[in-house]
């Protein structure tokens, strides 16, 4: 049995990650140059990934991770010291040490976490329609959709704005109504039509595949308040990295809202962090589990600029570590950017199983003590053959090692741990509430109800804007429309048109005047006229 030596500890400078006949250790220098997990279910991948954002948060660095089977929130608690924790600790040499790091949990559906929201504008027309599963006819409509918004300074907040929008850019059957009045929405449907055809069918498809996603969830996605990303770069009192779990159990019942919901977070940091060359280590780390989501069925237009982000991202200082079973899930061009690899057990059953051993094995750089496709299918649970890079950049040899044990807890945690850490989480109430802010919807709504009130009233009805809404309280409040005793036909018409408009807007003033406020601070106009889909490189 080795003798515990203290030289295996983290330090500043590289994370110890596991230990055969030599010792594995990861640069933070270059951790930024992305990195690869992978190897078959029940093979350790969880463990590697808690080895690694321990390592990351003690050096400072914040994480961010998805938890699809809920083992990595035991990363929140104190280590047990296990008898077969501690003898694997002792036979690599190393002192077993229990720890905890400050955790933050997320939710999209606000239910294990706090809520994740993002606008529609965000996400953009490019996401959206890979979330929505569009073609590209379907795909050129929603982008008409985003462009008249912007022209018209329609904020699209949540899933109601955009089906609004979706129904105002429709086609409508008649140029007037039953009323002979004109259509109030024909301005926004004469700009929808200018930038080509845009038919009644495509627009009910699109609210066909909006439905769907409202049935799996989604419709919670979007909305107020957005997530504001510099909530993931946070450290604690003691200069730790915070580690932000995604809660995604559930999430990963609807796997392309997943994805889709990951690359929009890729793209935002993207967009939203400055240059920073390289450093000393990374801003951000950031483990996308069960990657293979992110590219199946993705279009070649998807493909290429998920590789620029992959790319470009390393200059911004945040290292992109994918997560899944097989490297052959993740393309030539993205495996390609993915220096620091850690592989553990495949298992050959199949054809296809036999080219993923191959592939796992070409990508290594060789060591002429190993075979190293044959080690692939005979590591046991707990080992890896690892490659980080090294000196300038390039990948050090295949290493066969056993992966450290982490220091916090393996597994799950309960529900009262959850709710404690939520309840001390320094983000607690900022996210917890929604805020449903003036947008296209509540815009498109007064078009629609300041025209139909200006029909019933004529040019005396005030029924368009605050304004006139109060001028027609006012009529209530100085007897207009008070029944006194006998009235002439003229008094009678007059009474009813004002009534008529007072039941509209009296009980709608004042969240007008709430939605105006709302909308004020919520910023919703100007996140109308900025998109953030995929950053500049992937805008239209």
Known sequence: ???????????????????????????????????????????????????????????????????????????????????????????????????????????????????????????????LSRMLDLNDVQEGVLNVAFRVADENGLALIDMKDLRALLDAIAPDGSKKGADDREDPLASIRKAAQSYGNVSKATVGTIQRQLLVLENQGGAKFFGEPALTLKDFMRTDRDGRGMVNILVADKLMQSPRLYATFLLWMLSELFEELPEAGDLPKPKLVFFFDEAHLLFTDAPKALMDKIEQVVRLIRSKGVGVYFVTQNPIDVPDKVLAQLGNRVQHALRAFTPRDQKAVAAAAQTFRPNPKLDTARVI?????????????????????????????????????????????????????????????????????????????????????????????????????????????????????????????????????????????GGSVGGSIGRALVRGALGGILRR
């Open 1 to 127: 049995m080795a003798t515990p030596d203290n030289k295996l500890a983290d330090t500043d400078q590289k994370i110890f990650i596991g230990k055969g006949e030599e010792t594995a250790w990861l640069t933070l220098a270059l951790a930024n140059r992305h990195g690869l997990v992978t190897g078959a279910t029940g093979t350790g991948k969880t463990v590697s990934l808690q080895v690694m954002a321990e390592g990351f948060a003690r050096a400072g660095v914040p994480v961010f991770a998805a938890d699809i089977k809920g083992d990595l929130s035991g990363i929140s608690e104190v280590g047990e010291a296990k008898d077969f924790i501690v003898k694997r600790a002792q036979e690599m040499g190393l002192t077993f040490q229990p720890d905890q790091f400050s955790t933050v949990f997320w939710d999209v559906f606000g239910e294990q976490g706090h809520p994740v929201r993002a606008t529609v504008t965000e996400m953009g027309p490019l996401l």
């Open 377 to 517: 299918m005979e590591l046991g649970k707990g080992e890896a053959l690892v490659s980080f890079l090294e000196g300038a950049g390039t990948p050090s040899m295949v290493e066969r090692v056993m992966v450290r044990p982490p220091s916090a807890r393996i597994g799950p945690i309960t529900p009262e741990e959850r709710k404690a850490i939520m309840d001390a989480s320094p983000v607690k109430g900022k996210y917890d509430t929604a805020i449903d802010a003036e947008s296209a919807y509540e815009i498109i709504q007064k078009r629609l109800s300041g025209a139909a009130a200006q029909a019933d009233g004529g040019a005396g009805g005030g029924g368009g804007g605050i304004l006139g809404q109060i001028g027609a309280i006012a009529a209530t409040i100085f007897g207009t429309n008070v029944k006194r005793g006998r009235l002439s036909t003229g008094q009678v018409i007059a009474r009813n048109v004002t009534r008529s408009v007072t039941d509209k807007v009296v009980g709608g003033v004042v969240a007008d005047l709430g939605k105006s406020v």
